[in-house]
């Protein structure tokens, strides 16, 4: 690479190593990408001019710890932060094994520290009548939709990213117990499918107003577009409302859930490590860190002597 060449243009270089060597999500790639730029504009107002490749080998810790100062002055938490942090890591990290220019002036900062969370599940009540399709009625064909959605958010365990990349012909149908979902880093996992499932993905497919071509979105909005992941945000915002559910009751909390009570029900950690598709275990564990508070609440609510 040209020393004078733009840091936008050594930006595109590593998005696309990103996207098709790494595999990298779309939100990922998104992301990753507003935290490059806006550590180029930052460099672009400390230099008086734009910033281009030859600058990168001269920054020092200080540099950095400025950049983020400024960030955390505009109110930026710090698990956003901890990830444009790994994103700078990783951009110098890909210059220094091409052989561009090599700098680990940024490995000497310090990661934020990001707060200690623990995954807030549905209760197993909740999540059912969560997902629980309309009794006794017939429900049109959006309210399948959804209710296919949120089933397979909780009964599979999928990210809502996932459910809504699945094209049509990876559909679940009544003849399909099994998917194979493309996760984060473009690791494959098996699915099993609940039976539950298939019947309200079948029921939505037939119930669908539009052409559900087989290399297409499964999942249509109201106008024969894919669907969005607000409109399923926007869904479980009305079930809160309507069942009285907590404000932590997201699609994604139906993700926990999922794991949450397959933990309760005595599912070894490392099949639930599966089902999720999580690259390290580590990341699954915390789901024990839920349960024990689940069964501590439980000892101190029966023991005689609590």
């Known amino acids: 690479m040209d020393d004078d060449q733009s840091l936008g243009q050594t930006l595109e270089a590593w998005l696309d190593h990103l996207r098709h060597e790494r595999a990298c999500s779309p939100n990922t790639l998104e992301a990753y990408a507003r935290d490059i730029q806006q550590f180029a504009d930052f460099l672009k107002a400390d230099l008086g001019r734009e910033a281009v490749l ?7 810790t200080r540099v950095f710890r400025r950049f983020m100062a400024a960030r955390r ?22 210059l220094e094994k091409r052989d561009v220019l090599k700098n680990r002036s940024v490995l000497q900062v310090q990661m934020p520290k990001v707060p200690h969370g623990v995954p807030k599940p ?11 399709p309309s009794m006794n009625q017939k429900i049109d064909w959006v309210a399948a939709r959804d209710t296919a959605v949120l089933l397979l958010l909780y009964g599979c365990g999928l990210r809502i990213s996932e459910a809504l990349g699945l094209k049509r012909r990876d559909a679940p149908l009544k003849d399909r117990d099994s998917l194979i979902i493309k996760g984060k880093g473009g690791r494959q996992r098996l699915v099993p499918v609940l039976a539950i499932v298939q019947d309200a993905v079948t029921e939505y497919v037939e119930l669908c107003p539009y052409p559900l071509d087989m290399d297409e979105p499964l999942f249509l909005g109201v106008k ?9 945000q926007l869904a479980m915002q009305r079930l809160r409302e309507r069942l009285g559910l907590p404000e932590t009751a997201t699609p994604h909390a139906l993700r926990h859930s999922f794991a949450t009570h397959l933990l309760s029900a005595g599912a070894d950690l490392r099949q639930i490590q599966e089902l999720l598709g999580h690259a390290s275990l580590s990341t699954t564990q915390i789901y024990t860190e839920v349960d024990r508070e689940r069964l501590l609440a439980v000892y101190n609510a029966a023991h005689p002597r609590a």
Do not use: C, Y
């Open 122 to 132: 549905l209760t197993i009540e909740k999540a059912q009548a969560a997902v629980a």
């Open 224 to 232: 024969g577009g894919p669907l969005s992941p607000r409109i399923i």
């Open 73 to 94: 002055r505009r109110g930026i938490q710090s698990r956003s932060l901890s990830r444009t942090m790994s994103a700078l890591r990783a951009f110098f990290g890909w």
């Open 54 to 60: 030859a600058d990168l080998s001269t920054l020092d």
